[in-house]
């Protein structure tokens, strides 16, 4: 198995977006949602904003699609992740025969105008639908060393790796075990789940 692993900078509901029916990635990150395929797994480290243990996980998922911008915007199963600000969405790319690039940018809290060819440049969303997704947003647990996935000291950019089947199942256990020393445990519904948080972090600092 593929493994992604990546330094979220600003958790501010934009990349990834929480709002139902399921975690999506739209924007920032072009070169992880270019490249992802369904199966992979996407693990998302706090940045220095968030947490001061670079090990310290916001949110991980098994991936299981990846559209391009054009389907995303009209499938029916994403029509609630649009709307204009202040609300914080991630469906803003309406296909547009009159664009140059092909898409009309619709508003948005913290991606303007100088955000668009790095969005559409990922060229896919990806879409975290299944069971296997966990967030954890205010409350990150650290990541054992034992699984052999932490990213050092580096809080920018992204980082690939390959697990077994073994491995796998025993992250996977790892994250949906809830424990007692204070870190907060969802799992499955993420328009519940998210909302369980607390309000995201706000930064000036993107994704």
């Excluded at 199966?39 to 391009?68: C, K, M, Q, Y």
């Excluded at 647990?141 to 491995?167: W, Y």
Aim: glycine share 8%; charged share 25%.
């Amino acid at each position: 198995m593929k493994v992604w692993r990546y330094v979220l900078a600003a958790d501010t509901g934009t990349a990834p977006n929480y709002e139902a029916p399921c975690l999506t990635l739209a924007l920032c990150k072009p070169q992880l949602r270019q490249n992802a395929r369904p199966g992979d797994l996407v693990v998302a480290f706090a940045g220095r904003d968030l947490h001061e243990n670079p090990d310290a996980i916001i949110w991980a998922g098994l991936l299981t699609e990846s559209i391009g911008f054009a389907d995303y915007w009209r499938d029916p199963r994403f029509q609630s992740k649009k709307g204009a600000p202040p609300r914080v969405v991630d469906n803003i790319y309406e296909p547009h025969p009159g664009e140059p690039d092909g898409f009309k940018q619709h508003p948005h809290v913290f991606h303007d105008r100088d955000s668009k060819a790095r969005d559409i440049g990922g060229r896919n969303v990806l879409i975290f639908g299944g069971p296997d997704v966990w967030v954890f947003r205010n409350s990150p647990p650290v990541l054992p060393k034992r699984f052999g996935l932490s990213m050092g000291n580096a809080r920018r950019g992204h980082q690939i790796c390959h697990i077994d089947e073994t491995a796998w199942h025993e992250i996977r256990d790892w994250l949906s075990t809830p424990t007692t020393n204070g870190r907060c445990f969802v799992a499955g519904n993420i328009a519940i789940s998210a909302s369980h948080q607390g309000a995201p972090s706000r930064s000036t600092r993107r994704c």
